[in-house]
């Protein structure tokens, strides 16, 4: 049967003709050409889809905007846009099969998915922030919305296809087109959602710039001296990037993981870009770094305590699109200087500290391993040189390897080597399971702290605060 024979027989009671395109929407998003058997493209049922999808629309964006988001109308008018095109297509299609039947068919079947799908995305939103989604829905959050954002109009299309006999070249072609389309008028709708985030200049009270130093002398000073003859950890932590929350909070578990199970409490600091702690804890900065780490070589007897190092942020990028693999810090409205290899181990080197675990849980992290590999130095890091790294959302709460390492692995394991050799599999799964090229996290051990580290991840892992741990003499901690 063709659209021009193509009859549609309106039922006598609205609520009828409601049910039954109900059922046409879930037949096209099937794939099923039975959609027509069941659509009843009245102009009132137009009306009622249109507006139960504006509906729907409305409150998923309510429910995935930031808190304190405003109501934009412009969202409205950016939303309506792709219906517009839809009905025009009917219109054609009505007019050039002389069916005016058709006229309401192919928007009323969209509309109508839209709700469903849009109360069913909602939903989901309304169960995320409840926190009663197990881990698992996180990581093909993203992946489901963008494939039910593109089903209803595959569908659509497809059905129409299949009703019209359309050969398989013109079936891509128009797929090809109508995702083309989808995708700038997707780009419009990210820009002017109904739901806008204000736009909020960063700015810094006096009182909190001046505050700043005293921060800094203040958790500096609380740093407890090394036990001479005992080894201990020491635990510094950096979150580079203020803009996202993930950051922070992947720094704050890993230190309170360092406090709590390693015993490190007293003995760790945490240096932070985030708008809601510039009253609390000092910023991420290479000036704050560089007299972190000089007061902590200080405060450690460097023979025998260790230093465990987190860096967490962005790889840097330029706009031409180079890698450097430099860590961004940023905090606005503060200009910050990139920490960048060499200049991270000119501040270790500085601070006297011989025995170092570094872990940089950013993107193109690799780049920071030779630069800074010594004879007592490890190195992990979330990627290679010339890859990404993953999970750094806006409403993620650790990275894909920040929780793979910290969370899990440093958690379940005994060793360093065992916690990240786990965190690799289940970083590599993750990633899989997206559809992400491989980060390929690396480490990096040198050949003195080879034969060190299973003495100091004895004082780590077992707090073995009376053993008496014989470490290897060295004086070649400069030296690669």
């Known amino acids: 049967?063709?659209?021009?024979?193509?009859?549609?027989?309106?039922?006598?009671?609205?609520?009828?003709?409601?049910?039954?395109?109900?059922?046409?929407?879930?037949?096209?998003?099937?794939?099923?050409?039975?959609?027509?058997?069941?659509?009843?493209?009245?102009?009132?049922?137009?009306?009622?889809?249109?507006?139960?999808?504006?509906?729907?629309?409305?409150?998923?964006?309510?429910?995935?905007?930031?808190f304190g988001s405003y109501f934009n109308e412009q969202g409205l008018i950016s939303y309506l846009?792709?219906?517009?095109?839809?009905?025009?297509?009917?219109?054609?299609?009505?007019?050039?099969?002389?069916?005016?039947?058709?006229?309401?068919?192919?928007?009323i079947l969209w509309l109508t998915a839209d709700t469903v799908l849009a109360l069913l995305q909602s939903a989901i939103q309304f169960l995320d922030i409840k926190g009663v989604l197990p881990d698992a829905v996180y990581t093909v959050m993203p992946t489901l919305f963008t494939i039910l954002f593109i089903w209803q109009t595959v569908a659509l299309l497809w059905i129409f296809a299949k009703q019209q006999r359309w050969v398989w070249w013109e079936r891509i072609l128009m797929t090809v087109g109508m995702i083309s389309l989808l995708g700038v008028w997707q780009k419009n709708v990210a820009d002017q959602p109904i739901f806008k985030a204000k736009q909020v200049q960063p700015s810094i009270s006096e009182a909190m710039f001046y505050a700043q130093p005293m921060i800094l002398d203040t958790v500096l000073q609380d740093i407890h001296h090394g036990v001479k003859?005992?080894?201990?950890?020491?635990?510094?932590?950096?979150?580079?990037?203020?803009?996202?929350?993930?950051?922070?909070?992947?720094?704050?578990?890993?230190k309170d993981l360092f406090d709590d199970r390693f015993g490190t409490?007293?003995?760790?600091?945490?240096?932070?870009?985030?708008?809601?702690?510039?009253?609390?804890?000092?910023?991420?900065?290479?000036?704050?770094?560089?007299?972190?780490?000089?007061?902590?070589?200080?405060r450690m007897n460097v023979d025998e305590d260790v230093l465990f190092l987190a860096l967490s942020s962005h790889g840097a990028v330029d706009e031409a699109g180079t890698i450097s693999g430099d860590l961004v810090l940023s905090n606005p409205p503060l200009e910050l200087e990139l920490i960048d290899p060499v200049w991270l181990r000119g501040a270790l080197d500085a601070s006297g500290i011989k025995w170092r675990v570094i872990v940089v849980s950013s993107c193109y992290s690799g780049a920071f391993i030779d630069r800074l590999k010594s004879p007592t130095t490890a190195i992990i890091t979330a990627s290679r040189a010339d890859r990404a790294s993953f999970g750094c959302s806006n409403?993620?709460?650790?990275?894909?390897?920040?929780?793979?390492?910290?969370?899990?692995?440093?958690?379940?394991?005994?060793?360093?080597?065992?916690?990240?050799?786990?965190?690799?599999?289940r970083v590599s799964e993750r990633e899989a399971l997206m559809g992400f090229e491989p980060s390929e996290p690396q480490m990096s051990v040198g050949v003195v702290m080879?034969?060190?580290?299973?003495?100091?991840?004895?004082?780590?892992?077992?707090?073995?605060?009376?053993?008496?741990?014989?470490?290897?003499?060295?004086?070649?901690?400069l030296d690669k």
């Open 81 to 107: 846009v792709w219906p517009a095109i839809i009905v025009v297509a009917g219109i054609i299609m009505a007019k050039r099969t002389q069916n005016y039947s058709l006229l309401f068919v192919p928007a």
């Open 450 to 477: 080879q034969e060190a580290l299973p003495e100091l991840e004895k004082a780590l892992f077992f707090h073995a605060k009376d053993h008496v741990i014989t470490l290897p003499k060295t004086s070649v901690m």
């Open 265 to 298: 409490k007293g003995r760790s600091i945490e240096l932070v870009n985030n708008p809601k702690t510039w009253e609390s804890d000092p910023i991420a900065s290479r000036t704050s770094l560089a007299r972190t780490l000089k007061q902590v070589g200080e």
């Open 1 to 66: 049967m063709s659209l021009t024979s193509l009859k549609v027989e309106l039922l006598p009671r609205f609520s009828s003709n409601f049910i039954a395109n109900i059922k046409a929407a879930f037949y096209m998003l099937c794939g099923s050409t039975r959609a027509f058997l069941f659509v009843k493209p009245t102009f009132a049922q137009f009306v009622l889809f249109l507006v139960s999808a504006l509906c729907a629309n409305v409150l998923f964006s309510h429910l995935s905007a930031d």
């Open 229 to 254: 003859g005992t080894t201990e950890w020491f635990f510094v932590g950096m979150a580079g990037y203020a803009d996202q929350d993930v950051f922070a909070s992947e720094i704050g578990q890993a």
């Open 395 to 425: 409403d993620a709460d650790m990275t894909y390897f920040g929780r793979a390492f910290f969370s899990e692995g440093l958690r379940q394991q005994t060793s360093l080597r065992q916690a990240f050799l786990q965190a690799t599999r």
